[in-house]
Nanobody, 127 residues
Framework: QVQLVESGGGSVQAGGSLRLSCAALGYTLGIINCMGWFRQAPGKQREGLAAIRTGSGSTYYAHPVKGRFAISRDNAKNTVYLQMNSLKPEDTAMYYC???????????????????WGQGTQVTVSS
């Protein structure tokens, strides 16, 4: 059974950093072609942040996080990461990872591109 388990969330002051992890259980990460990170703040729609092709390592970033966040993967550990630097209070949200098929990275910031989701990890940034 496919499972995605996020971890690494927490509370941090503005300007700080966090690294989120997404462990993929029940399948081999190397076979899956696109993994993504999304977030959802209270009262707002879920938004796509970053995605990575697990084979080639190609990355994609949404404008709000480009230059501050970095997505990476370790196929040997079946884990995808999201390094978040220069955090701002507006980054406060629940963060989710998601698995998609090979074409998901062609539209990496659309929820419908991904078919499996984790339960999320909370990130809170205080000013």
């Amino acid at each position: 059974q496919v499972q995605l388990v996020e971890s690494g969330g927490g509370s941090v002051q503005a300007g700080g950093s966090l690294r989120l992890s997404c462990a993929a259980l029940g399948y081999t990460l190397g076979i899956i072609n696109c993994m993504g990170w999304f977030r959802q703040a209270p009262g707002k729609q879920r938004e796509g942040l970053a995605a990575i092709r697990t084979g080639s390592g190609s990355t994609y970033y949404a404008h709000p996080v480009k230059g501050r966040f970095a997505i990476s993967r370790d196929n040997a550990k079946n884990t995808v990461y999201l390094q978040m630097n220069s955090l701002k209070p507006e980054d406060t949200a629940m963060y989710y990872c998601a698995r998609g098929n090979w074409d998901a990275c062609q539209t990496p910031f659309i929820m419908g591109s991904f078919d499996f989701w984790g339960q999320g990890t909370q990130v809170t940034v205080s000013s």
